[in-house]
């Protein structure tokens, strides 16, 4: 089992005070014989709609000496997951997690910005010590 990141119960956390139910704590799947495991899976009833929000969570520190190569593999890890939700659980939603401070130190940066509306990456903000989310990038 692959170990959680850094900022798992600080996410988990944040999640639950919005209102989330987590439902997948990893959210797993195997196709093809590969097994992978999304950080989180959540539910929301949205009481006007009487129709759930369901969405998967990959949570990813930005902790260790390079951060563009973290960025690298955290995007190839979002692509890789977005095709398996298409395939297993259409009705979900990936984003990725980051903290408020990778997203304005890192994040905000035009070539970054780029990317990220290339590939049309959600994004999930949290700030770890409050352990709550600071914004919803779509």
Known sequence: MSAKDFFHNAVRLALE???WLITDDPLSFTIDGLEFRIDLGAERLLAAEKEGQKIAVEIKSFLGK???SEFHT???????YRSILRKQQSERILYLAI???IYTDFFMISFIQEIIAEHKLKLLIFESLKQEIVLWKE
């Open 99 to 101: 903290s408020y401070e």
């Open 74 to 80: 955290a995007l190839g890890q979002t692509l890789n």
């Open 17 to 19: 005070k919005d209102n």
């Open 66 to 68: 390079s951060t563009i």
